[in-house]
């Protein structure tokens, strides 16, 4: 079955780095574009960013452009997202999603990334 | 960007009564437009796809229609369960966007 798991969240000071990944199984891995998507606490969901199925395109939310980088590993069937300089704002449970809104999307069960000092 | 905006913010209704969501996109959006359930602590659920199609198990009570900018999600006989927070979500192109949801409670 489709799993989607992430990893990498946790607490950071503000304007320091984070790294998240997540680890796909259950289907072909290459075919798919990724997104993240993320809701701080008590908050609705934002979408983060969306990198395409053979990485050559990737598009950003306004509010992490220049910040965050999304890539992905299609030997490794993971996407990460590269999260630098981070600020308050950035606190939310961050999830890794195929094709978000389709017939058959999938999420992961979220992590947590907390900005604070 | 398209922005999509939910009205109402909170709907009070009690179970068994029908609810009447709606979503309006700052621009079209044709029919990729995707609703989700989202109860504390889970991520989102999804319910509606493609502005009518009723994703796999979600029960016969969940409905939605629209298409353009102006679509609506009907819940027919709310059940205990159905009160949550409800997102709608468009991906007309890559770039997706969630409106702000409705928190559906138990009056």
């Known amino acids: 079955q489709v799993q989607l798991v992430e990893s990498g969240g946790g607490v950071v000071q503000p304007g320091r780095s984070l790294r998240l990944s997540c680890a796909a199984s259950?289907?072909?891995?290459?075919?798919?574009?990724m997104h993240w998507v993320r809701q701080a606490p008590g908050k609705g969901l934002e979408w983060v960013a969306v990198?395409?199925?053979?990485?050559?395109?990737?598009y950003y939310a306004d509010s992490v452009m220049g910040r965050f980088t999304i890539s992905r590993d299609n030997s490794r069937n993971t996407v990460s997202l590269q999260m630098d300089s981070l600020r308050a704002e950035d606190t939310a449970v961050y999830y890794c999603?195929?094709?978000?809104?389709?017939?058959?999307?999938?999420w992961g069960q979220g992590i947590l990334v907390t900005v604070s000092s | 960007e398209i922005v999509l905006t939910q009205s109402p913010a909170t709907l009070s209704l009690s179970p068994g009564e029908r609810a009447t969501l709606s979503c309006r996109a700052s621009?079209?959006?044709?029919?990729?437009l995707a609703w989700y359930q989202q109860k504390p602590g889970q991520a989102p659920r999804l319910l509606i796809y493609?502005?009518?199609n009723r994703a796999t198990g979600i029960p016969a009570r969940f409905s939605g229609s629209g298409s353009g900018t102006d679509f609506t999600l009907t819940i027919s006989g709310l059940e205990p369960e159905d009160f949550a927070v409800y997102y709608c979500?468009?991906?007309?192109?890559?770039?997706?966007?969630f409106g702000q949801g409705t928190k559906l409670e138990i009056k």
């Open positions: 621009q079209s959006v044709s029919s990729y």
């Open positions: 990198i395409w199925y053979d990485g050559s395109k990737k």
């Open positions: 979500q468009q991906r007309r192109d890559w770039l997706c966007s």
């Open positions: 493609d502005a009518s």
């Open positions: 999603a195929r094709d978000p809104g389709a017939q058959n999307d999938y």
């Open positions: 259950g289907f072909t891995f290459r075919n798919y574009g």
